[in-house]
Nanobody, 121 residues
Framework: QVQLVESGGGLVQAGDSLRLSCAAS??????MGWFRQAPGKEREFVAA????????YYIDSVKGRFTLSRDNAKNTLYLQMNSLKPEDTAVYYC????????????????WGQGTQVTVSS
């Protein structure tokens, strides 16, 4: 059974850092990514990384602040979030896929349950 389990969310102040983790089980995935959904807003595609880690994608609002990495031996994806802002407050979801699409394509077929990130001003 395929499962994605996020962890690492929490309540922090603006300027602080958090590292989210997504532990995958049941299979490995070629592409993994993070989405987020703030209250009253649609789910937003945040970042993605390919199997080797050689290719990454970030939306403009997180470039230079967020960094993706993955440990394939542990089947785990990480999102290091630095210089957090109140507008980063959202539920963050891990996503994964094996079908081939461009790294910027937001279509995924495996999802975690989400982890809350709250950034106070």
């Amino acid at each position: 059974q395929v499962q994605l389990v996020e962890s690492g969310g929490g309540l922090v102040q603006a300027g602080d850092s958090l590292r989210l983790s997504c532990a995958a089980s049941g299979r490995t995935f070629s592409t993994m990514g993070w989405f987020r959904q703030a209250p009253g807003k649609e789910r937003e595609f945040v970042a993605a990384i390919n199997w080797s880690g050689s290719t990454t994608y970030y939306i403009d609002s997180v470039k230079g602040r967020f960094t993706l990495s993955r440990d394939n031996a542990k089947n785990t994806l990480y999102l290091q979030m630095n210089s957090l802002k109140p507008e980063d407050t959202a539920v963050y979801y891990c996503a994964a896929r094996n079908f081939l699409r461009h790294i910027t394509n937001p279509i995924y077929d495996n999802w975690g349950q989400g982890t809350q990130v709250t950034v106070s001003s």
